[in-house]
């Protein structure tokens, strides 16, 4: 009872879903586009108190948007163990370095989730981290453009050169 959402089931869902497809302003209206759908399900099921309550909350209110950052330029981003962001502890942060892109609502997110190689074993050591737009570091280089209409804040690539995030 304590969660979050209505209780929709996938099946009660579904024609909601079919409904809200045909028109392109529904998603953001009913607060269930991409990315910020997968962003509240991962930062409901694996967030802090603190976290949920600075980002999750606003998301499920439909007051901020979110970005999911982890396809990059250069490699099969598709599978994980390719990745190139790495991350680096300086002290009690950690400075992220690298590219993403094709990062849908970049130009629109309060804050970002960013998967990052912590260790140099490609099967190890990815990592998900939260960051907000304003914290400096990073920078958007360029809208990518695609086939059809624009979705909210377009599809971008990103450079990461010093990004800080705090270790907790």
């Not at 009660?12 to 910020?36: H, I, K, Q, T």
């Not at 309550?53 to 970005?67: K, N």
């Not at 690539?157 to 995030?165: H, K, M, R, T, W």
Request: glycine share 10%; charged share 25%.
């Amino acid at each position: 009872e304590e969660e979050p959402g209505t209780r929709l089931s996938n099946l009660d869902y579904a024609p909601l879903a079919e409904c809200m497809g045909r028109l392109p302003w529904a998603a953001e209206v009913f607060n269930c586009s991409a990315p910020d759908t997968g962003n509240i399900e991962l930062l409901h099921r694996f967030s802090s108190a603190e976290q949920r309550s600075e980002w999750l909350d606003p998301l499920l209110g439909g007051r901020i948007r979110s970005a999911f950052a982890m396809s990059e330029p250069d490699v099969a981003s598709s599978d994980p163990t390719n990745l190139q962001t790495t991350v680096q502890r300086d002290g009690e942060d950690l400075v992220l370095s690298g590219r993403k892109w094709f990062i849908t609502g970049a130009e629109g997110a309060q804050i970002f989730i960013l998967v990052a190689r912590t260790s140099t074993d490609a099967r190890k050591g990815l990592t998900a981290f939260l960051f907000e737009a304003g914290d400096p570091g990073w920078q958007i280089l360029r809208r990518i453009p695609i086939m059809g209409p624009e979705e909210h804040g377009g599809h971008c690539e990103l450079e990461f050169d010093g990004l800080e995030i705090p270790d907790e």
